[in-house]
């Protein structure tokens, strides 16, 4: 089993960032190389049903990225989680002054992290919406 080192967090981190820059530059050419391709992929866009398989999801990409209200996207508060070679990267996406709450699910591959689900809802606003402090039991 790979070990998770702090190496393995910033590559995921940084896989989560080329998804996000490929989304902010409408760029579908880079979009396709996130997506994994041996691997059985989905996207959950908000307000879309389910996408499943490559093809059908790189499509929706496309028709986004492409599309007239092609949105302007920025990712914040990324936090990165292996599991095996499994990575989740959980983060908030703010379009304009709403935000959605996304869940990024990465696969270790020869080629680093590659990504097999993407899905992404609404959610408050993060400032507005700082952790529960943990209170001690005594």
Same mark, same amino acid.
């Given at each position: 089993?790979?070990?998770?080192?702090?190496?393995?967090?910033?590559?995921? +981190?940084? *896989?989560?960032?080329? $998804?996000? #820059?490929?989304?902010?530059?409408?760029?579908?050419?880079?979009?396709?190389?996130?997506?994994?391709?041996?691997?059985?992929?989905?996207?959950? %866009?908000?307000?879309? /049903? /389910? !996408?499943?398989? #490559?093809?059908?999801? +790189?499509?929706?990409? %496309?028709?986004?990225?492409?599309?007239?209200?092609?949105?302007?996207?920025?990712? +914040?508060? *990324?936090?990165?989680?292996? %599991?095996?070679?499994?990575?989740? !990267?959980?983060?908030?996406?703010?379009?304009?002054?709403?935000? +959605?709450?996304?869940?990024?699910? $990465?696969?270790?591959?020869?080629?680093?992290?590659?990504? !097999?689900?993407?899905?992404?809802?609404?959610? /408050?606003?993060?400032?507005? %919406?700082?952790?529960?402090?943990? #209170?001690?039991?005594?």
């Amino acid at each position: 089993m790979p070990s998770t080192s702090a190496r393995d967090q910033a590559a995921l +981190l940084f *896989a989560n960032e080329t $998804f996000y #820059r490929a989304f902010a530059d409408r760029d579908t050419a880079l979009m396709g190389a996130v997506w994994a391709e041996s691997e059985p992929v989905t996207c959950l %866009h908000p307000g879309w /049903p /389910p !996408v499943e398989g #490559r093809d059908a999801v +790189l499509q929706s990409w %496309h028709a986004i990225l492409t599309g007239p209200a092609s949105p302007d996207i920025q990712c +914040l508060h *990324a936090k990165a989680g292996i %599991h095996k070679d499994m990575g989740i !990267v959980i983060c908030y996406e703010r379009i304009g002054q709403d935000f +959605l709450l996304a869940t990024n699910v $990465f696969i270790r591959s020869g080629n680093g992290w590659l990504l !097999v689900h993407h899905q992404s809802g609404p959610a /408050p606003d993060p400032a507005e %919406h700082a952790p529960v402090p943990r #209170r001690s039991i005594n």
